[in-house]
C-alpha cells in the first residue's frame, strides 16, 4: 500500500509545482505587458509635449507677422509706433497670444494627468491580479489538505504505524 500513496503524494506534489511554474509565468507576462504599456504611455506624453511645444512656436511665430503687420500698416498711414492706437492693438495680440499660450499649458497638464492617471488604474490592476493570482493558489494548496481525521490514520496505518490505545479508566 506505500508505493501507491507515495505515488500519489508525488503526482500531487507535481501538480502542485505545475501549478506554481504556470502562476509565476503568468505574473511575469502581465509585469512585461504593464511595462511595455508604461512605456507606450511614457512616449505619449513625450509627443503631446512636444506637439504643445511645437503649437506654441507656430503661435509665436503669428503674433510676430501680426505684429509686424501691424507696424507695417500703421507705418504706411503714418501712425508713429508707440502712439496709443499701435499699442492698443499690439497690447491685444500679445494678450490674445498669451492667452491661448495658458490655455495650450493647461490641456497638455490635463493631458498628462489622464495618461498618468490610465497608468495608475494599470498597475492597480496588476497588483489586483497577481493578489488574485496568489491568493488562489494558496487556497488550492490549503484545499488539498485533508481535514478529516480518518484521513490521516488511514496515512499512518500505510507507514506501519498503529493507531494509539487510549488508556482506559484504573490504568495507571
Excluded: C
Excluded at 506505500?2 to 503568468?26: H, N, T
Excluded at 490674445?96 to 495608475?120: I, K, V, W, Y
Aim: glycine share 6%; no cysteine; charged share 25%.
Amino acid at each position: 500500500m506505500p508505493i501507491p500513496l507515495a505515488f500519489m503524494f508525488a503526482a500531487q506534489a507535481a501538480g502542485m509545482v505545475i501549478d506554481y511554474l504556470g502562476r509565476a509565468k503568468s505574473q511575469q507576462l502581465s509585469e512585461e505587458g504593464l511595462a511595455k504599456q508604461h512605456n507606450a504611455i511614457q512616449r505619449v506624453i513625450a509627443y503631446t509635449q512636444v506637439q504643445t511645444e511645437d503649437e506654441s512656436l507656430r503661435a509665436m511665430i503669428a503674433l510676430r507677422k501680426n505684429l509686424g503687420t501691424q507696424a507695417a500698416m500703421f507705418a504706411a498711414r503714418g501712425v508713429r509706433s508707440g502712439t496709443s492706437t499701435t499699442a492698443l492693438f499690439s497690447n491685444e495680440s500679445v494678450s490674445s497670444f498669451n492667452t491661448d499660450e495658458r490655455m495650450r499649458r493647461l490641456n497638455q497638464a490635463m493631458n498628462e494627468s489622464r495618461l498618468e492617471a490610465g497608468l495608475d488604474v494599470a498597475n492597480i490592476r496588476q497588483k489586483q491580479f497577481e493578489n488574485e493570482n496568489w491568493n488562489a493558489f494558496s487556497k488550492s494548496i490549503i484545499n488539498k489538505i485533508p481535514t478529516d481525521p480518518k484521513a490521516y490514520e488511514g496515512l499512518a496505518e500505510s507507514f506501519g504505524f498503529k493507531k494509539a490505545q487510549t488508556p482506559t479508566k484504573g490504568y495507571k
